[in-house]
């Protein structure tokens, strides 16, 4: 089937993303491939594909179903080109496993997820120095910059005290000095922000999250916004220093990620996350409304010290968010409870929210931090994270307001 013209909205483009691309027999989707080799009749293709030409040879190194998600989403990121991972932190590892060597000097924002913390110590172990750094402020980036700096390294939005990093401003620095520029967007998605816009050399995503939407598939990616130049960067094997600077990143966090780690995204999970996609924009537009109203809610409740969320105009990155995010901020929200208030007692006061530890889900999600994703990090660094004992984490979904706010309203007032 040949359909003629291109559709320019964000949500068109993915639900005819396949179709337009091509598909057998007039199919809406790509089919899951779940051959896990691929055979050529002349030996010479073959070769050729071992050799770089665009094809597949075992299942490792990516397959025709992971192929179109990574097609689609390079168009979701005006990108350059991508690549999927099992996981998001296998996405991470990936990049910087392949792009960083003993030696070299990885800044990084301070407001991470606490498993990135973690990666940060295997790195470490690797000869690899992190230096962590208040991203919010410019000044502060650029002080730690060292000479053997060689990538800084921000979330789009922090989990779970929502600070906004100088996104914009970190990306003209960047850009200034030669310095890879990777940005995690998993919170907002390329819906709310495309990284590019900001400068990033390279952007990832946990596809677990928003992009796929339904707690219903893992997976992970990395894209390429085609913005640097990889001609200059000293940790390009030579092997992979052929054909276009461009496409040389991208080939070595493939070969390395996939060929030689093995942190490949199967096919059937790949196929939930494309259909998934489809209703990306729709659900953000939803569980971003929810979440401001809500947060509105609990900034006015008498059992609440304080709320975190960029929506709120006493939120230190307000106007930074409402720029960048073009005014829907996040479905991400914290506060914490007074003192006198068990985190613990109130949770299970809730009867809609699920309890658990994820986020960018359809249904509402809420947890204790300090006793759960960063418990791990120990007190004084949960400290310097502003993460109090008394901190509730809440990912917000697309539920009817009224059943949300009567929720946690009920709840919060058993405490009065």
């Not at 991972?85 to 060597?101: C, N, Q």
């Not at 502060?140 to 989990?159: L, W």
């Not at 970190?170 to 200034?176: C, L, R, T």
Request: aromatic residues 6%; contains cysteine.
């Amino acid at each position: 089937m040949t359909v003629k013209g291109t559709p320019k909205g964000f949500t068109t483009e993915i639900l005819h993303h396949d179709r337009l691309r091509g598909t057998e027999h007039g199919a809406v989707h790509q089919p899951i491939h779940t051959s896990s080799q691929y055979g050529y009749e002349d030996a010479r293709d073959l070769v050729a594909v071992f050799q770089g030409k665009p094809g597949f040879s075992y299942a490792r190194q990516g397959t025709p179903t992971t192929a179109a998600l990574e097609a689609k989403l390079t168009q979701m990121e005006g990108g350059l080109s991508a690549i999927t991972f099992a996981t998001g932190m296998a996405a991470l590892a990936a990049v910087f496993t392949t792009l960083l060597k003993s030696g070299d000097h990885l800044l990084a924002s301070q407001y991470v997820f606490g498993n990135t913390n973690s990666l940060f110590g295997t790195l470490a172990q690797l000869g690899i120095d992190v230096s962590l750094v208040d991203a919010t402020d410019l000044a502060q980036v650029k002080a730690a910059v060292r000479p053997n700096t060689r990538m800084i390294f921000v979330e789009t939005i922090g989990n779970p005290g929502t600070q906004i990093a100088d996104l914009a401003g970190i990306g003209e620095f960047a850009k200034a000095n030669n310095l890879v520029y990777l940005v995690d967007g998993t919170l907002t998605s390329p819906y709310l922000l495309q990284a590019k816009s900001v400068g990033a050399s390279l952007t990832m995503h946990s596809l677990s999250k928003h992009i796929a939407g339904h707690a219903q598939a893992l997976g992970g990616v990395v894209i390429d916004t085609g913005l640097f130049d990889w001609s200059v960067y000293p940790n390009i094997l030579p092997t992979y220093q052929k054909g276009e600077p461009k496409t040389w990143a991208i080939t070595q966090i493939k070969k390395k990620g996939l060929r030689d780690m093995g942190a490949t995204l199967a096919a059937e999970p790949a196929h939930r996350i494309s259909i998934g996609a489809e209703t990306l924009a729709l659900r953000l537009d939803k569980a971003c409304a929810n979440a401001l109203a809500l947060a509105q809610m609990l900034d006015k409740h008498p059992c609440v010290a304080r709320v975190a969320y960029p929506g709120l105009q006493h939120h230190p990155q307000h106007e930074r968010a409402a720029s960048l995010f073009a005014g829907r901020f996040s479905t991400l929200l914290s506060f914490t409870l007074k003192p006198e208030i068990n985190c613990v007692d109130f949770l299970n006061s809730l009867t809609l929210p699920v309890l658990a530890t994820h986020v960018g889900d359809t249904r509402t999600l809420a947890l204790p931090v300090a006793q759960t994703i960063y418990h791990e990090m120990g007190p004084s660094m949960r400290a310097r994270m502003g993460i109090d004992d008394g901190l509730v984490r809440v990912s917000v979904g697309i539920e009817d307001i009224d059943d949300l706010l009567d929720d946690f309203a009920r709840a919060l007032d058993e405490f009065v």
